[in-house]
């Protein structure tokens, strides 16, 4: 506790877990403090000592108790005497102070929610702030995929949902207005009671730590790295002249925006493919420029190579069994690199090959045991040869269906190919391009299939199935199924997707690639995820951990790679994002519970503070 006049520490309270909330009570007399061991404690302003202790989650039983044991934020409302707490992937649960019980749970979509401990749909809350306006019963809630939630605490429904893509919230001290920052740098000002957007701050600076007002609401300030900014936009004093009467105050009907210009250049990585042992990854950058990264630390460690300046790296390729890295430009440049490794560090030895091929090049894929390169356009696939005595063009075979096709090397014969287009499939030999399949090819089955496009392929479960997710159009959430790899064979005419992998079609958003027996994938929710053949077996899968909805919804053109060391890689903007053992942390969720009573068994918070003072249970 500290002196403001002073700026002296008043006294000090070791507490058993963090603080994820503070307010002041009983005439700022009694200070409250929300811990991530679900346990509000309440402390003496005076001296500091623990006037009591309530733990929020002890009347829940069973699997409501597993569901709401790992709160992420919390947020006071002395006035209508509530705490709201956000838990990972649960409802919001509300507890009443006065009565010292459940008031309630929110979801996302109905308000008031009939069911504790049972798992929404998609998004959780992620930040929440109550409406300080005397008498307001307003409660705003930040989910995961972007939306801001108003609920009305005194009707539990909601008022409002906006797009808001938002990670913090706070609310000025007047109640009339509600900040919201992201990680992108952007703050926003809505009015608290309509969700109107009044003014957007655009910042490329560092990520948004924490947001609060000036005391007259005038003023907002945020935290971003390890400095405070003081803002002062106009639409913050529009209420004083709304509560006045006054006619000289107009406010513009449309949200103002103020850009911050960084006054640092910022190059963008574009490309990202991870060397296989998982030590270094190879990005390229919007410059041209090509740069290795060590993924313990996620920082850049080197240039390698670059294209001709200002065009863009498109698409990165590396192949360890002959250490060659290629690369593609914006202007449909191919540079094929042999590499030397010295300790940390690579070298350019050779450039084997140099070519602009003069059209757009979709996919680029490396034989594994021969310098072996497959070039392709939406026009044409062109196969390669690329030794260290030189490179030249083996053969181009012109793509005759329109729209796009996926090609993928056979994952028990490593001397085929197959390509996926439209809904069917052919066989190749990798050397000759000719085609070993039937004048049919083989029909890919599934009702689906018809009206869908090849987006990506996978092989996965230690090559005996291939993941292939389809989408009608671009930005179009995926459909995925998986096929059995023997499936796909110079005899065969048809192949079916696997039924039993049926649950997982409308759930994922990206692949990102295999591990062993498990499937990493980016579910819809926001949630890297994996699953594996006994995991089918229930239809279930494992969820690990999640990204920040800004880092998804900000970049359509999402680059996320995992490495051998179970590492997951994501690009954000400029700067390389890496989780450590990504994998080996598993949200394993809960079942769903029926609300039951919740017995009153000890007096409420108010009571046991008006009797005199005592030590903690």
Known sequence: MWDLTTGKEVWAAAIPQLCMSLAFMDADQIILGALKNNTLFLWDLTNGNVRDLAEWTQDLEGQRVHAFRRPISASFCIDSSLLAVVYRGQDILLWDLERDALFDTYSKYTGASPMIGQRPADAGAISLAFCRAPNANLLAAAYSDGDLVLYDTAESVIRRTVSANAQILACSPDGCTLATGDGTGTIQLFDFETFKLLYRIRS?????????????????????????????????????????????????????????????????????????????????????????????????????????????????????ESSTLTSVDSSSRVTTLKLLRKQRAFEVSQIILDYRI?????????NRRHPLLLLCSIEKSMLWSTSVEGSSLIKVMAMENDGPYRWLPHPSNENWLILISQNVANLFEWHTFKKISGPEGILLEGSLLPDL??????????????AMTFNESPGQRSKLLLWNAADFNPDAKTAAPVPKYHYLTDNVQLLIGAEGLRLIFLHASGWVCSTDPQAAAT???????????????????????????????????????????????????SDSGNVGGFPLKRRSLTERLRSPERPAD
């Open 358 to 366: 003069g059209i757009a090049i979709d996919q680029v894929l490396h």
């Open 453 to 466: 496009t090849i987006q990506s392929t996978t092989c996965c479960f230690n090559g005996f199935m291939i």
């Open 204 to 320: 490329a600076e560092d990520v948004i730590k924490q947001l609060a007002f000036s005391g007259d609401s005038h003023r907002l300030l945020d935290i971003r790295g390890s400095h405070c900014r003081v803002w002062d936009p106009v639409v913050l004093i529009r209420q004083d002249g709304e509560d006045e009467g006054s006619d000289t105050l107009s406010v513009s009907t449309v949200p103002q925006e103020f850009k911050d210009e960084s006054p640092e250049d910022v190059i963008l990585i574009t490309a990202l493919v991870c060397q296989n042992s998982g030590e270094v990854l190879f990005c390229g950058k919007e410059d041209g420029s090509i740069h290795t990264y060590d993924t313990k630390t996620g920082r850049q460690l080197q240039k390698l190579f670059s294209h001709a300046q200002g065009v863009s790296i498109v698409r990165l390729v590396f192949d360890d």
């Open 539 to 589: 239809e279930s899968y494992s969820r690990h951990f999640f990204f920040p909805a800004d880092w998804l919804i900000a970049d359509t053109n999402l680059m996320i790679e995992i490495t051998q060391r179970g590492d997951v890689i994501f690009v954000k903007r400029d700067e390389i994002a890496v989780v450590r053992h990504a994998l080996e942390s598993i949200d394993r969720g």
